[in-house]
């Protein structure tokens, strides 16, 4: 099976930068788009970033012109640079992928453990 696994992280103050990467690995699998969301306490998860294969990428209006998504196909990792970055960007970021997993024959979306992000002085 299909296992996201993230790195990165942990505290930054505000203006500062983090790097969240995340690894797709496990069953032979064909990737659709990999993502990022966040959810901060007693809040929605909503959405970060998404990038396709082929580099199309959408983002948040919040994050738009500070976050940067890109992807190393190869390597079936996703990566989110994040700078400039504010108190309000404080949340547990999720990777996320949209993948056919041939094993077991279907398509659906993982995800990975959550990484903690944390802006503050």
């Known amino acids: 099976q299909v296992q996201l696994v993230e790195s990165g992280g942990g505290l930054a103050q505000p203006g500062g930068s983090l790097r969240l990467s995340c690894a797709a690995s496990?069953?032979?699998?064909?990737?659709?788009?990999m993502g990022w969301y966040r959810q901060a306490p007693g809040k929605q998860r909503e959405l970060v970033a998404t990038?396709?294969?082929?580099?199309?990428?959408n983002y948040a209006d919040s994050v738009t012109g500070r976050f940067t998504i890109s992807v190393d196909n190869a390597k079936s990792t996703v990566f989110l640079q994040m700078n400039a970055l504010v108190p309000e960007d404080t949340a547990v970021y999720y990777c996320?992928?949209?993948?056919?997993?041939?094993?077991?024959?279907?398509?659906?979306?993982?995800w990975g453990q959550g990484a903690q992000v944390t802006v503050s002085s």
């Open positions: 996320t992928a949209d993948l056919y997993d041939y094993d077991l024959r279907v398509r659906r979306d993982y």
């Open positions: 990038i396709s294969p082929h580099g199309a990428a």
């Open positions: 496990g069953s032979r699998f064909s990737i659709y788009t």
